[in-house]
Structures are given as C-alpha cells and as structure tokens.
C-alpha cells in the first residue's frame, strides 16, 4: 500500500476542467430538507469474485487482487469471451436447503446470503412493529438469468415440453427482494428496480429517500446479479465491447469490460434509532440524485453524468472540497471511461486533480445491475478505514482519463465524503454521497 | 466470387448508411458514409451472417483489430480473406 500521492504523477492531459458552478443548496432545497431525517449505514454483506464476505472483499481491495478468472460454465467453450469475474466454489447447499435451491435462483441465493451478513453485523429482529417500518428495495438487470438459460436449453435444445413448476417464481426480477422480506418479516415498502448497470444504486438511492422521509424507518438495500452463463455472457458479446484478457479501467490501452456476479446488501437505518441503540455506524448516507440523457441507448453523456454528480453534493449539502474520493463507474470501455472523466472535471473544476478516483470492477468485474452495491464497501473503507482501493491493471497514461485514478497499489488517504458513480445503458445516471461519522 | 463478395459487402453498408450501394465506394470511410460505433457493430455482425464468418472486431479498439476498417477497400479485402480462409 502506497502513503505517497499520485505516483502516476502530472502527465499530458486532455480533459477540460470548466468553471463548474459552485455546488450550493439553495433556499428551496435548506427548506426541503428541514424535517428529513439522517440515515446511516449500520450493516453490510457481500459476496464477489473477491470473495463470500465483507472483510475478504475489503482485504483483496486493500491488496489490489484480482478476481477475474477462466470463466467455468456449461459450453463456455462456444463463447469468444472466456474470462469473468466468477464466484467459484459456490456450493449454495451450505446455506440452503433442496427446497430452498429449487426456488432460488443464484442472484437470490447471492442475495440471501449477503442480506444475512448485512442483517447480522446491524443486529437487527424485525419481529413486531419494527418489521411494519422497513423493507427492502434492490437493483437487479437479469434477475433469473441461470434459469432462464437452463429451461430455454430444456425445451429449446433438448426438446423437453415441460418445465419445473417453481420456474417463473424462481426467474422474476423480484424473487430475491421478495425472498429477503420473507426471511426477515419485512412488511413495508419491498420491491426492485431494473436500470442496467446502475440499478443498484437507484435502489439505494430510493432506500435511502425512503427513511430519510420518514416512510420507512429501516431499509434493505443494495443488488446482485448472476449472468455468468452462457446466454448472459454470449448477448454481451454481441456489442463487442468485452475485453478478452482484462479490465484495465483509465488505462490508455484499455480494451473493454469484464462481467462479473455477485451481490452486496446493506442496512439503511434512522440515525437516532441507530444511535439509541448503540449501532456501530459504517457510514452515513448524505446524498443521491439521478438523471436520464435522454440521448443514445448506449453511448454515455458527460453532461448526463455530471447533473447527477452535481445533484448528489447539491442533495447532500456537501461542497466540492469536501468530497476525497469517488469510486467511479470506469467499467474499461473506450467510451465509459472518457466521458466519466470529463464529466468529473467539468463537475469539480480544479478540486478534480486533489480527489481520488478509482474502478473497483478492474478487480470483481462488473457485476450489471449489482455493482453499485459491491462498489459501496470501496466507499464504506475510504470513509472508515481511509484506505482508498486502487484500479489495478493500469498501465497507460490516457490523456482523456488525465485524474488520480489510484493506480494499482491501494493508498492510505482519510477521506471525509466520497461518492459512488453508476451510469447505465439507456443514459441512466445514479450517484450516492456518503459522509464519515 | 470476389466480385459478388464485393457486391454483397456494398449492399450491406448501404443499407446501413441508407445510400445507394454505388455511392458506398472503395475509398469511402465508414465515418464518411455516416456510419457510427454502433452502426459498424451492426454492419459487422450482417456481414458475419451474410458469409458465416467470424470477425475479429473489439469496439473498444477499432484501430487495433486484426480487422482493418479503415476504409471499404480494407472492409472489403479482410471479408474477402476470411472467406478464402474458411472454404480453404
């Protein structure tokens, strides 16, 4: 792990820092948010290439170890893209039982799992009226993807005509926010948002609004995803934007991105409940905004991007100054990576070149409609570790990526508010501002 | 056989520049017929249908791919070895 600044240090530069307007709340939004509440993180869970919990993926973070591998999967062979960021060694009868599988589809079987961490470090029960005041809200873009895949084989490929009964319950987008409400008698608001690659963050960022308003009083909430197969990966191949060897995000010889799986789950609590309680607090939520291009289905817009940047410090009343480090979006593609820079110049002005901006995805892959929730722990061990994760995999100076993206070696740095990117395909724009406590 | 391959590769582009197929000439560069990323994506993957070939092609690279698009001579060229590669 690297104290030093920047060792990439000042090299040519292309990026056009604007005069970004000053990020100021204005009287309407001081007079809107009397009355909100605070929000904290007091729970987290995971599992990711990186690992099957919270601290392995934090420990690989810290090391800048990568957990992109030979995909293994049925006809893998007859896939151009051979390499994902893939849990292995996943024996999902450890932790279920043969009812359970059979109506489990692994992005609930990886949701489940990372929910029960999540609820065990809060050490919340949801029986009686707690129960009534929270829920559970989360991103998936494939939902059942695996079982999909395996009963089109069924009856397409092998020309079978029936199917198990439990097929539709198993494959639906919300089977997992569904299953997680029963596990833990959440009666409030439950449901799942769909917004490709920024999913999860427009769940939290819903979750987030939910107890800050006083509709909620606990949220669940975060996302997974499971397209490891081979029709998930296969239609991804179709856009000829997966690089063949590795995710190398800002890297000037960056060749596309790498699919990942897995899920991250959090506790969103009422800050003085959290309090009274005497909850270990991971971080607080300050701020989300969200916005559309309204432009390309799949090309990205640096002024999309930059209005939900800008919206984020705005809703969360933090200045530019205060935020230390963003973990970015940078999923390795030409286009992604460019267009996140510029817009993170153009929103930041000069305080673009003190702060700190990294892809985890160059480690677990991009995990679609579930990364915004494994990106958050990078955000969580800035915030109370002050330990900054690196991309690792860089190793090229791109004038168009020209910011400190922490290259390959972690970095001790205390940070007091951080954000966490996601722009999806269809211009979906999602960014969350979380603050030290 | 060389001459319908070219034929063919015209008519592809065309369509999806949504010109003539004489206007697609030799030296035309897939930005000068108003083809985009996407759009050559799409013209990529109609001409690995069309002739049942695979097309080395990463987005994310154009310039580096083993398939030279710099311009319809090169497109066409590239389709014409990978043809003869396939029925050699």
């Not at chain 1, 990372?114 to 129960?131: I, T």
């Not at chain 1, 897995?262 to 959290?274: D, H, K, L, M, N």
């Not at chain 2, 987005?59 to 030279?68: L, V, Y």
Request: hydrophobic residues 45%; aromatic residues 6%; contains cysteine.
């Amino acid at each position: 792990m690297s104290k030093k600044k920047n060792p990439v240090g000042k090299q040519a530069d292309k990026i056009d820092r604007g005069v970004a307007a000053p990020v100021v709340a204005t009287g309407a939004d001081m007079a809107c948010r009397e009355g909100l509440r605070r929000v904290v993180i007091t729970g987290a869970g995971t599992i990711n290439a990186l690992g099957h919990d919270v601290a392995s993926t934090l420990e690989a973070f810290r090391e800048g170890r990568c957990g992109i591998t030979q995909l293994d999967f049925r006809d893998v062979e007859r896939l151009s893209i051979q390499i994902g960021g893939q849990i292995h060694n996943w024996t999902p009868e450890t932790y279920f039982n043969r009812q359970q599988i059979l109506l489990y589809d692994k992005f609930t079987q990886f949701t489940l799992l990372a929910a029960k961490q999540a609820v065990a470090q809060a050490g919340l029960n949801f029986e009686g009226a707690l129960g009534l005041r929270s829920g559970v809200i989360l991103g998936t873009a494939g939902g059942g993807l695996n079982t999909w895949d395996e009963n089109y084989r069924a009856v397409y490929e092998e020309g079978k005509n029936r199917v198990h009964p439990f097929v539709v319950p198993k494959l639906m987008n919300n089977a997992a926010a569904s299953h997680v409400s029963m596990e833990f008698g959440l009666r409030g608001p439950a449901f799942t948002v769909a917004t490709a690659c920024a999913s999860s963050n427009h769940a939290m960022g819903l979750a987030f609004q939910m107890v800050r308003s006083g509709a909620a009083d606990v949220m669940l909430s975060g996302g997974s995803e499971a397209m490891l197969c081979f029709g998930g990966v296969k239609a991804w191949e179709g856009l000829r934007v997966m690089s063949k060897d590795a995710c190398r995000p800002f890297s000037a010889n960056r060749n596309g991105m790498v699919q990942g799986e897995g899920a991250g789950v959090f506790v969103f609590e009422e800050y003085s409940r959290a309090k009274a309680r005497g909850a270990d607090i991971l971080a607080e939520v300050v701020g989300f905004a969200m916005s559309s291009d309204a432009q390309d289905i799949v090309m990205p817009s640096a002024q999309g991007a930059e209005r939900a940047i800008t919206g984020a410090m705005t809703d969360a009343a933090l200045n530019r100054e205060q935020i230390g480090y963003i973990n970015a979006h940078g999923t390795g593609t030409a286009a992604n990576d460019k267009t996140e820079c510029a817009a993170v110049a153009h929103a930041f002005g000069h305080h673009a070149d003190k702060l700190m901006m990294s892809s985890t995805k160059s480690m677990h892959g991009h995990l679609i409609g579930g990364t915004g929730a494994v990106e958050l722990l990078a955000c969580i061990m800035a915030l109370r570790d002050g330990v900054i994760a690196p991309t690792i995999g860089y190793q090229e100076h791109d004038p168009e990526c020209a910011l400190d993206v922490v290259p390959n070696e972690a970095r001790e740095v205390e940070v007091e508010a951080v954000l966490s990117n996601a722009f999806a395909f269809g211009g979906l724009n999602a960014v969350i501002a979380l603050r030290r406590i | 056989m060389t001459e319908d391959i070219q034929t063919r590769i015209r008519a592809i582009i065309a369509e999806q520049a949504m010109l003539e197929p004489e206007q697609v000439t030799d030296d035309a560069t897939p930005e000068e017929l108003g083809i985009d990323s996407l759009g050559l994506v799409e013209s990529i993957f109609a001409i690995e249908e069309e002739f049942d070939v695979t097309i080395p092609f990463n987005a994310n690279e154009p310039e580096k791919s083993e398939f030279d698009i710099s311009n319809m001579g090169t497109i066409i060229a590239a389709v014409q070895r990978l043809v003869a590669e396939k029925d050699g």
